[in-house]
C-alpha cells in the first residue's frame, strides 16, 4: 500500500474515532458538548468529508492535504479549549446549553431544565488531560501523520 493510501486512510480514520468517541462520551456517559467541543467537531465533520472525497475523487493527494489541515484546526481549537478549561486564559465563550423541544414539551419548561455546560470547566480528564487535551494531542498526531505520509514518496 502507498504512502497517499495510508495518508487517505489516517486522514478518515482519526477523525472518525475522534467523533464517534465524543459520541460515545455524549450518549453513553452523559458528557454534554460545550459551545468550543461542537467547534472541534466541526473540524473533524470537515476532515471526514475531505477525507471521503479522496476517495471517490480526482486531485486524491489535494483532498487528502485539506483533510489533514482540517484534522489540524480540530487539533488547534482542542488545545485552546483545554487551555480555557486549565484556566491558562480566558475563552471566547463561557457556556452554551442544550435544548430539546421533542415530543411537543414545554419549550420554557425545556429552556428553565436545560444542563448549562461551560467550556471553561472540565467535565471529565484521566492522567490530568480532558477530553479538549486529547483531542489536541490525537488530532495533532494524526495532523501529523497524514502530512509525513503525504510528504513520502511512493
Known sequence: MGNLNKARIVALLVPAALVGGAYGFQY????????????QRYAHFAAIALAVAAFVLPGKRLWVGLAGLAILVSALIGGYHAGVEYGWFKG??????????ANGADPLKAI?????????????????ISLAGFNFIFSLLGAGAVFALL???G
Open 151 to 153: 510528504g513520502r514518496k
Open 28 to 39: 453513553l456517559a452523559g458528557l454534554f458538548p460545550c459551545e468550543m467541543c461542537w467547534w
Open 112 to 128: 428553565m431544565s436545560a444542563p448549562i455546560i461551560r467550556c471553561d470547566v472540565v467535565q471529565w480528564k484521566i492522567f490530568g
Open 92 to 101: 471566547l465563550t463561557e457556556c452554551t446549553s442544550t435544548i430539546s423541544f
